[in-house]
């Protein structure tokens, strides 16, 4: 397995290689979800390459960029294991030469509410580095966990409007036993809080069966379910919400001619770590 930290060593790995890549993009920290990725691509592509860097862009102030955790050599054995071809481990300099004019990539339409209403600036920061990351792989396909549901349709909008090559491939969300979401930032929970984490996925249970088996058909009495869900656990709630799967609208009704179904998205504060998490559902017929 190879490792470039410039972007010119990357592409001349990179460009050595005959056949079908795939890209997988983390801040490291790696877990099984990440892994489920890089199985999906090797299954797919002909080599996988993995980038490890933690994008100091797309987190705002206050927030974990200087704690976020960094086990290097743990995650290189991992993509080892994994069987990826080549890593890319840029610096922030190398990414964000210094006084280089600064280029904004927005999609406001899909990025305005939900993560973006809590997280001002997040999605620009993401767009920014997903799309140099895509530039600089110049991979077939990119793979991006439904994890970060809005993030996977963001990067999917951009990709499609910017014209770029790289095929954008949602993959399932990767839990745990009890439902919780893997996440890098599960390891700042301790026992009890991990507990109260579940308020997120339990709320998504109960909207799944709300709407599934249930019949409801109203968006708010969904949402103010999972918040009840998510408040019972002691989750201080960011947002609670049932919304078109593609385009993220605001929904009157859950209606049966939603094919695609609903995504019904939660994020939540257990004390000072925050969590996301999300689940696609269908219409009762
Ligand atoms: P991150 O390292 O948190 O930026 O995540 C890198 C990629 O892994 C993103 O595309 C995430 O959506 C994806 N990912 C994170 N957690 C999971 C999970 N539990 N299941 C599937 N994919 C995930």
Redesign the pocket.
């Known amino acids: 397995m190879w490792i470039a930290e410039s972007i010119d060593g990357f592409r001349t790995q990179r460009r050595a290689l005959s056949g079908t890549v795939g890209l997988?993009?983390?801040?490291?920290?790696?877990?099984?979800?990440?892994l489920?990725?890089i199985a999906t691509a090797a299954e797919a592509c002909d080599h996988v390459v993995a980038s490890l860097f933690v994008n100091p862009t797309q987190f705002g102030e206050g927030e974990d960029y200087t704690r976020y955790p960094r086990p290097e050599a743990d995650d290189l054995a991992a993509l080892r294991h994994a069987g990826v071809m080549g890593v890319f481990k840029p610096t922030v300099e190398a990414m964000y030469p210094p006084d280089t004019p600064i280029c904004e990539v927005r999609v406001p339409a899909l990025a305005e509410e939900l993560e973006g209403r809590c997280r001002p600036g997040h999605f620009a920061g993401v767009c920014r580095v997903v799309a140099k990351l895509l530039n600089i792989a110049e991979a077939d396909a990119a793979?991006?966990?439904?994890?970060?549901y809005q993030?996977?349709r963001i990067v999917e909008a951009m990709a499609a409007d910017l014209c770029i090559a790289t095929r954008i491939v949602g993959?399932?969300?990767?839990?745990d036993a009890d439902g919780l979401?893997?996440?890098?930032r599960n390891q700042y929970l301790d026992a009890p809080r991990r507990q109260r984490a579940l308020g997120l996925s339990k709320a998504l249970r109960e909207a799944k069966m709300l709407i599934e088996q249930a019949g409801e058909t109203d968006p708010q009495a969904v949402e103010h379910t999972m918040r009840q869900v998510m408040t019972a656990h002691r989750v201080v709630v960011d947002y609670a919400a049932v919304r078109h799967p593609t385009t993220l609208a605001q929904l009157d009704c859950i209606e049966p001619s939603l094919t695609g179904g609903v995504v019904a998205l939660v994020a939540g504060s257990v004390d000072n770590v925050r969590l996301i998490d999300n689940d696609c559902m269908g219409v009762a017929s």
């Open positions: 997988v993009p983390t801040m490291g920290a790696l877990h099984a979800g990440h489920s990725l793979y991006f966990g439904r994890k970060d993030q996977w993959c399932p969300t990767v839990r979401a893997l996440s890098s």
